[in-house]
């Protein structure tokens, strides 16, 4: 049954749009005339986008935040701006949390926690968290979807349209059309938190004999489509972890990495949000361990073909075969391949796959900050494409890239020092393509997630 705060309200989509259309059309109106009498600033540009939309909540504010650690998507100073947006909303008072509650679980829902705490313990930008202790004991964390997120994303979404369609009348060479249509697709799908419990449930499957990894478990009885509960993890912030000792650090940082490129290698899943917030390192003996993973609405399904072309790509970068290289450019969909085009493409593999071809200790790079990492390498290939485009990145690269800039700024906070190349031929292992689609599809099955739904 439909219910008043939660259906994708017309009259909510309208006000909204309204409101975000306002600020956005402004602004690229104002960038658009800027480049007709040759002001084209691009600092200045990123700045009243980013005033545009820094009184804004929800889910442009994370779309913002997502555009601005994708590589091409925007230019860099605009990345830069958007990266100073904070993407928490305001937390819902008690009162609204316990209609809320009601309307998720029936007016005796209390009755089904032996404690829920009224004061959110993390509020962001499509829910907030309560910890609570469940009837057994444990102690839970309950995570509770903002009213009318449908509404809201629908009308994030037409005007995240209205700079994609800037983007293209100011940058031609790039197409972000695929961009656009997989950044849609994602968020429409971290609305459905029964579809993020069977995300955590397959991860818990595929990573239960890793120590150094901890996903919680969904409490079936205690969760909606709207409203997710889970165990509850102890962990600390990363960032908490800066000055450890280098051997801390690097078990901290090793665990990172298993944690995104085994599921990758073996079941063709990423966790596409690499945002810090979505995990904590976990202490055994009074020393960090490891992490917990811990938010999982953003989860990208690839094709076995996908994961193949990866690991062809890299293969072809490490033994120098251009040819090799090339053919998992037209595997992944790329058109028109020129020599020129292939070079300005591989600007930006080496810069993704450069730590994993020398057998060595390493840092992931030398002389950039975590918000810098990447920047100067998106920047030669959007210059180069000027020339050699134009080009549609496949819509699968939106988080790959995320992924790859995502770990790589953290194992820059912690100041990493690891053999990345012996970790990756670690995730790849074995690779076969049936043998992984196989594995993909009974692993989906068992967590209850469609293995065609990719």
């Known amino acids: ?63 913002a935040q997502l555009l601005a650690t994708i590589p091409d998507a925007i230019p860099a100073e605009w990345a830069a701006e958007l990266q100073r ?82 983007m293209r009348r100011l940058r031609p060479q790039i197409d972000t059309s695929e961009i656009a249509e997989e950044v849609g697709a994602r968020l429409r799908e971290e609305l459905d938190y029964e579809r993020e419990r069977r995300h955590m449930r397959v991860y818990r499957e595929i990573l239960a004999d890793d120590e150094g990894i901890r996903v919680p478990e969904p409490i079936e ?111 992944w969909g790329f058109k028109n391949l020129s020599e020129e085009l292939i070079d300005t493409l591989d600007i930006w593999a080496r810069f993704v796959f450069g730590p994993l071809l020398t057998d060595r200790k390493r840092r992931i790079a030398e002389g950039v900050s975590p918000i810098e990492f990447g920047r100067k390498e998106a920047q030669r290939v959007a210059d180069a494409l000027r020339t050699h485009g134009p080009v549609t990145p496949p819509r699968e690269f939106l988080f790959m890239d995320r992924a790859a800039l995502g770990l790589g700024g953290v194992f820059l906070h912690l100041d990493a020092e690891l053999n990345f190349h012996r970790l990756f031929e670690a995730a790849i292992d074995g690779f076969e393509r049936e043998a992984m689609a196989k594995r993909q599809s009974d692993a989906l099955s068992r967590a209850g997630l469609n293995p065609s739904d990719q």
């Not at 602004?27 to 540009?45: K, S, T, V, W, Y």
């Not at 809320?100 to 968290?129: C, I, T, Y």
């Not at 609405?297 to 193949?308: L, S």
């Open 1 to 63: 049954m439909a219910r008043d705060d939660e259906k994708n309200s017309l009259t909510g989509r309208f006000v909204r749009h309204a409101r975000i259309g306002a600020n956005v059309g402004s602004a690229a109106m104002r960038i658009a005339g800027g480049r007709m009498f040759g002001d084209g600033d691009l600092g200045r540009e990123g700045k009243l986008i980013a005033d545009a939309l820094g009184g804004l909540k929800g889910p442009l504010m994370k779309v």
């Open 85 to 166: 947006l904070q993407a928490h909303a305001p937390a819902m008072g008690w009162a609204f949390v316990r209609r809320r509650m009601n309307a998720e679980l029936g007016a005796d829902w209390a009755k089904r926690f032996a404690d829920f705490e009224h004061a959110p313990a993390h509020a962001a930008s499509l829910g907030q968290v309560h910890r609570a202790t469940g009837k057994d004991g444990r102690r839970l964390a309950v995570k509770l979807q903002y009213p009318d997120m449908a509404s809201a994303v629908e009308a994030d979404l037409d005007q995240l349209g209205v700079l994609f369609a800037l």
């Open 221 to 331: 009885a205690l969760s909606t489509s709207r409203l997710l509960t889970m165990t509850w993890l102890d962990g600390n912030g990363l960032l908490a972890h800066k000055a450890d000792d280098q051997e801390t650090r690097n078990r901290i940082s090793e665990a990172m990495f298993r944690a995104w490129w085994h599921p990758f290698g073996r079941f063709g899943l990423i966790h596409g949000d690499p945002h810090l917030g979505n995990y904590a390192a976990f202490e055994a003996d009074g020393a960090p361990q490891g992490i917990n993973l811990l938010d999982f609405g953003c989860i990208r399904i690839f094709p076995a073909r996908f994961v193949e072309g990866v690991i062809e790509h890299y293969r072809g970068l490490l033994h120098d075969d251009r040819d090799r290289v090339v053919a998992a450019y037209e595997a």
